[in-house]
């Protein structure tokens, strides 16, 4: 009988091809677990060998793209601290499976995280504002607040970017026919709008550093957006990630 169950459960997890075994989906997850396991105690094992308490090894990062800007200077303060610790950033909007060992700490923005088994810390304020080029105004005249919206050319997200306020703003207040560009990276967006390509929301604490650009007069919106960074309870008191916590949380920029 014990023979049967186990048959069964590698079926479920695998599937015989002509050219071998694949995975499932349930087989993915497993992987999932188990290379997650598997570098935990990695990390006791190399504790126990050695004795070091200095911390060192890996420590996976996640945020979807547009926290990039706020997420570096974090990653940086951290492993000035922690030289011995590299730091793996992934920034996209798929969300990755903390529980699964997928990621160690994830930085997401808008409505609180709720999924069940996570710590969720609320991080700062990350302000949004409104961005032209030096040269757009050069080609097109500096944008005024009465006519922003009626010949300007913008440049913004995916209609596939998650909703946030700036996103729901420009959905609600600008027509696609004015939209030059979209794309679903902040980065991307960053450098359309210093090439004069379009008028755009850019975060403030990172365009107001380029001279290049001028900053529009306040739209009538909250662009105001939390930042929240979130583990796993079973990893949040692990040596490192609560050593980058503390440190996120002193290096953290200050809301507007």
């Known amino acids: 009988m014990w023979i049967i169950s186990n048959v069964n459960w590698a079926q479920s997890c695998f599937n015989a091809m002509p050219a071998g075994f ?20 990695g990390e006791l094992k190399r504790l126990a060998n050695t004795g070091d308490t200095t911390l060192a090894g890996h420590l996976k990062i996640t945020s979807v793209d547009v926290l990039t800007p706020v997420v570096m200077p974090l990653i940086a303060a951290f492993q000035d601290a922690y030289p011995k ?19 160690d700490i994830a930085f997401r923005i808008g409505p609180k995280p709720s999924a069940p088994d996570n710590v969720v810390i609320k991080l700062a304020s990350m302000q949004m504002g409104l961005f032209v080029a030096k040269s757009y105004v050069e080609d097109h005249g500096l944008p ?9 050319r913008f440049v913004g997200p995916e209609d596939s970017t998650p909703s946030a306020p700036f996103v729901d703003w420009l959905r609600a207040h600008v027509p696609s026919s004015q939209l030059a ?7 991307t967006l960053l450098a359309a709008v210093d090439q004069g ?4 929301f850019l975060p403030k604490q990172r365009a107001r550093q380029n001279p ?9 919106a909250e662009l105001a957006e939390p930042i929240w960074m979130v583990t796993h309870v079973d990893l949040h008191r692990s040596a490192k990630v609560q050593a980058f916590v503390a440190s996120a949380r002193q290096s953290a920029p200050q809301s507007d």
Do not use: M, W
């Open 85 to 103: 610790v590299q730091c793996r950033f992934f920034p996209t909007d798929q969300v990755f499976k903390l529980e699964y060992g997928e990621a």
């Open 212 to 220: 290049n650009l001028i900053e529009l007069p306040d739209v009538e």
């Open 22 to 41: 694949t995975p499932t989906e349930l087989g993915l997850e497993l992987l999932r677990i188990a290379d997650a396991t598997h570098g935990q105690f």
């Open 181 to 187: 560009l979209t794309s679903p990276s902040i980065a």
């Open 144 to 152: 005024q607040k009465g006519d922003l919206l009626k010949r300007h």
């Open 197 to 200: 390509i379009g008028i755009g």
